[in-house]
């Protein structure tokens, strides 16, 4: 096999290129570009594969696979697909300092507990941390297996002399390196070829492996194409700093579904699960400041409501602000031309600001109406009441266009005591428990939010 001459690889995309270069032609990046020296792996060229075709059929099925592994936190193993599969792997990111170790951990101490192996691999602790910060969250009792280690051949050998873990963890593969390479611990080519050697241990022993990664400042798992590609699952820890939330959310799952999430608060002992986040991301409401609407979401199966927060106010000087928390600013941009053209809300003049509270990210396009329904009532200065739901998408035609599962939202709501939902027209959900009102078009949300604002006034006009 001719071995490649391109051992020059950026180190933000992996992208491999023949010379050393200041920008990478892939992804844009400025002096990403390392050297790395090509990995020669032992007995490279040698035929060794016994590997036949099996027909599918022959395989076993479902019911004969073994069950998946859970570790007994609900919000967890929910993510994961019910569960970790039995030599699978899974890559969890995050920002440094998000939460991923003390999860990690929790739910390792869970799984032992439960009478599993479990070994947790730290290569950025030592051990003696590793255990404080377990006894800080009342887990020292549990028998998980501690390693502090970052030669991936040391781990290897460590994991083939004794029993097959059921759970694997390795914090972080930034800190795991490979003596088959000379590059430095933290490289793409490190990060890859180490993950690689553990993702073919799991595949090999039916070891769960679970892999630690810190995501750059980018938003990008160091090396993400070279290790995303690698594992079953790609799961993301996320949370604001100064919120207590944190929400994981699956971004790939070979075994389940990629639009679930699991919530969690940091407390002085650990993560807790937040089994009605509802409740949470709503906060107190005391319902009377203009500008505030609740959006009914879904999140993967479960519903989810979220406060979403308007402020319009004239712009004082120059190009009006536009500042978003928790949403997309283009959908905002989009929002506001859309209330412009089609229901007269001119709000080119002023500021706009757009807040999800209680930090977390809306993507659904379902949150337009509610979106929409804060910014008027934040342009008019009129409260919306206080127990109306929204949900429903618009379109650039003002039209509003239906979500999906309208029953599991109101249902939420129901039970969170809301008494109305403003939805899509044709919406059907018989016995959800709450008055519905119908909205055709974003003029019939305004007329519903109290008609024509009453304050259009611009920052440069001065009449007062
Ligand atoms: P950690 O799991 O070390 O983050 P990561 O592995 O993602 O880098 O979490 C560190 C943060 O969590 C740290 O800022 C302190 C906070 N924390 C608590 O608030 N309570 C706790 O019980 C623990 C263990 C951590
Ligand atoms: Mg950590």
Redesign the pocket.
């Known amino acids: 096999m001719a071995r490649s001459s391109q051992n020059f690889v950026c180190q933000s995309c992996g992208a491999a290129h023949s010379r050393w270069n200041g920008k990478c032609d892939a992804c844009g990046g400025w002096n990403t570009i390392v050297e790395e020296a090509a990995a020669v792996p032992a007995g490279a060229g040698a035929r060794r594969s016994k590997g036949r075709p099996f027909a599918l059929e022959d395989l076993q099925t479902a019911d004969e696979l073994p069950p998946r592994r859970t570790t007994g936190i609900a919000e967890f193993d929910r993510v994961c697909g019910g569960g970790l599969v039995p030599g699978s792997a899974i890559l969890i990111g995050?920002d440094?300092?998000?939460?991923?170790?003390?999860l990690i951990l929790q739910a390792l101490a869970s799984h032992a507990l439960q009478g599993a192996h479990a070994i947790y691999i730290s290569g950025e602790e030592a051990m003696a941390q590793v255990r404080m910060?377990a006894a800080?969250?009342g887990l020292s009792q549990s028998p998980v297996a501690l390693g502090s280690a970052t030669c991936v051949e040391d781990i290897l050998s460590t994991l083939e002399s004794g029993p097959t873990p059921s759970i694997l963890a390795i914090d972080s593969i930034q800190t795991i390196w490979t003596s088959a390479l000379d590059a430095a611990p933290g490289t793409i080519a490190q990060v890859r070829t180490a993950s690689f050697d553990l993702v073919r241990y799991a595949k090999a022993s039916g070891a769960a492996l679970l892999l630690i990664g810190h995501v750059t400042k980018e938003g990008q798992i160091a090396g993400p194409k070279a290790v995303e590609h690698l594992v079953d699952a790609v799961l993301y820890f996320e949370g604001e700093r100064g919120h207590h939330f944190r929400i994981l959310r699956a971004v790939k799952n070979r075994f389940g579904p990629t639009d679930e999430i699991g919530v969690f608060e940091?407390?002085?002992?650990?993560l807790a699960e937040v089994s009605n986040p509802s409740a949470l991301f709503l906060g107190d409401r005391s319902g009377t400041a203009p500008g505030t609407a609740v959006f009914a979401g879904l999140e993967g199966t479960r519903p989810l409501l979220v406060e979403i927060q308007g402020l319009v106010a004239p712009a004082g000087y120059g190009t009006p602000r536009r500042a978003v928390v928790g949403w997309d600013s283009a959908r905002l941009s989009m929002l506001l031309a859309v209330l412009d053209a089609r229901a007269g809300l001119a709000m080119g003049s002023q500021d706009v600001y757009l807040n999800v509270a209680g930090g977390l990210k809306v993507s659904e396009p379902a949150a337009d109406v509610a979106t929409a329904a804060a910014l008027i009532s934040a342009f008019s200065g009129q409260p919306l009441p206080s127990d109306w739901v929204y949900f429903g998408e618009v379109s650039l035609s003002g039209a509003v266009r239906p979500a999906p599962q309208p029953e599991l939202r109101l249902k939420e709501a129901a039970k969170l005591g809301f008494h109305t939902a403003v939805v899509p027209e044709g919406t059907k959900a018989e016995g959800a428990g709450l008055e519905l009102k119908f909205v055709r078009d974003v003029a019939e949300l305004v007329q519903l939010a109290g008609g024509v604002p009453r304050r259009r006034r611009s920052g440069n006009e001065s009449d007062e």
């Open positions: 995050g440094p300092g998000v939460g991923k170790s003390t910060r800080r969250m940091m407390t002085g002992r650990g």
